[in-house]
């Protein structure tokens, strides 16, 4: 079968009509992606945070504002990408304002032992999933470093894949 140049540019104005049509593409839908208040999701997930960050006064982008948020302890985000860009910023920071530069580092400080984290486990999940070692220094503005790092602790996190290589890619061009 032999398709003409004709048919070829018909069908591609079908597809650029998609999302005039009201059909969202791929990015718009990783833009607004929300999982708010679904029930059958982790805490993380449901709360468009799959970092599981703590409310505090940071103005994060996309934050809900605090006498919106009904989570009693983690912050809530309008869309999922926001919590993800959140995370990310978050990360970053350790290692610009406070010079942590390792997984054990940065997970010790995420997620410490005090507050009944198993912490190690923790370190050891990251690091066996991104296969950089526990006190090897890493670069948090590094885009494939941080994409490893994110969906290994959100997996931690959520107790299951929680970020896809798309979701964070969008999130990162939101930095």
Not at 69 to 91: C, H, P, S, W
Not at 146 to 170: C, H, L, W
Request: charged share 15%; aromatic share 8%.
């Amino acid at each position: 079968m032999r398709i003409t140049t004709t048919e070829i540019l018909a069908l591609l104005g079908v597809f650029l009509l998609f999302p005039v049509l009201g059909m969202a593409t791929a990015s718009e839908t990783v833009a607004t992606l929300s999982y708010l208040g679904q029930a059958n999701l982790p805490r993380g997930m449901r709360n468009n945070n799959p970092g599981n960050i703590r409310k505090g006064s940071t103005p994060w982008q996309g934050k809900i504002p605090l006498g919106a948020n009904t989570d009693g302890a983690f912050e809530q985000f309008a869309a999922y990408v926001y919590g993800i860009r959140a995370m990310i910023k978050n990360l970053q920071s350790y290692q610009r304002d406070r010079g942590l530069n390792t997984i054990q580092q940065i997970v010790s400080t995420w997620a410490p032992a005090a507050d009944n984290n198993d912490t190690a486990a923790y370190v050891a999940a990251v690091s066996m999933a991104t296969g950089i070692p526990p006190t090897a220094p890493i670069d948090t503005t590094d885009r494939a470093t941080m994409r490893a790092i994110i969906k290994a602790m959100t997996r931690v996190e959520n107790g299951r894949d929680a970020v896809t290589d798309e979701q964070f890619n969008y999130a990162w061009t939101l930095l």
